[in-house]
């Protein structure tokens, strides 16, 4: 076990996220013993587990009592922790907003179609779909009209959407933005969902979600 412990958390800290369908990080999320022991391991050094059953992916970063050691003291690091500037945020959350809200609607939906649809019922349950299958793209010339007069035209929104996706954040495919491996780990979703939902992101969302409805 040690060896495998040694390679799969030198494996996270060195590329930071890893699929969760490689054979260690599934063994991670299915061997309690095993998963006992990398949480200790990287707790050791500060780190903790990064992982949720919707994200394709499992991270590692600061475990929470460690942030104001290496962030600082105070709150002037809770909005910047990777260098990004205030606009660069703003951009994140609303793509946050509208890629993962949608992608978490869709799996949790499916998912309650399939268990509706179960005959066995006591079947194994079937795991959450990723990727594409559920995770949508936003073009890039829609983001910058709906956006480019409140986060700093065109030019700086390009300049942060490189710096996003060189985070891992979101990927740029032919002008399409996705879901990079860390958007939906890295922000906490218990916490940001209600705000954007009930917030001034709401209505941005509902009139999307009616645009794609339409498209389809």
């Known amino acids: 076990m040690d060896n495998a412990l040694a390679i799969l958390s030198a494996r996270l800290i060195a590329h930071r996220f890893i699929p969760r369908n490689d054979p260690l990080a599934r063994r991670a999320l299915v061997d309690d013993d095993f998963r006992a022991a990398l949480d200790h391991r990287l707790a050791e050094v500060g780190l903790a587990l ?27 690091w809770l909005n910047n922790n990777m260098n990004l500037p205030r606009d660069a945020v703003a951009l994140l959350v609303v793509l946050w907003a509208q890629i993962i809200l949608p992608k978490r609607e869709r799996q949790i939906a499916r998912a309650e179609k399939e268990r509706e649809g179960q005959a066995d019922m006591f079947g194994a349950e079937k795991p959450l779909l990723q990727g594409e299958e559920v995770s949508v793209g936003i073009p890039e010339d829609a983001l910058y009209a709906d956006y480019r007069d409140k986060l700093g035209g065109k030019t700086r929104m390009n300049a942060n959407l490189g710096q996003l996706a060189r985070l891992g ?16 780990l890295m922000l906490d979703y218990g916490t940001l969902a209600p705000r954007v939902i009930e917030g001034a992101l709401g209505e941005v969302l509902k009139r999307r979600a009616a645009e794609q409805a339409a498209a389809e």
């Open 50 to 76: 990064l992982e949720n059953p919707y994200a394709e992916y499992l991270a590692v970063g600061l475990a929470e009592e460690m942030q104001p050691f290496v962030f600082g003291d105070g709150d002037a």
């Open 169 to 184: 954040f979101i990927e740029r495919r032919n002008k399409i933005i996705l879901e990079g491996p860390l958007l939906d």
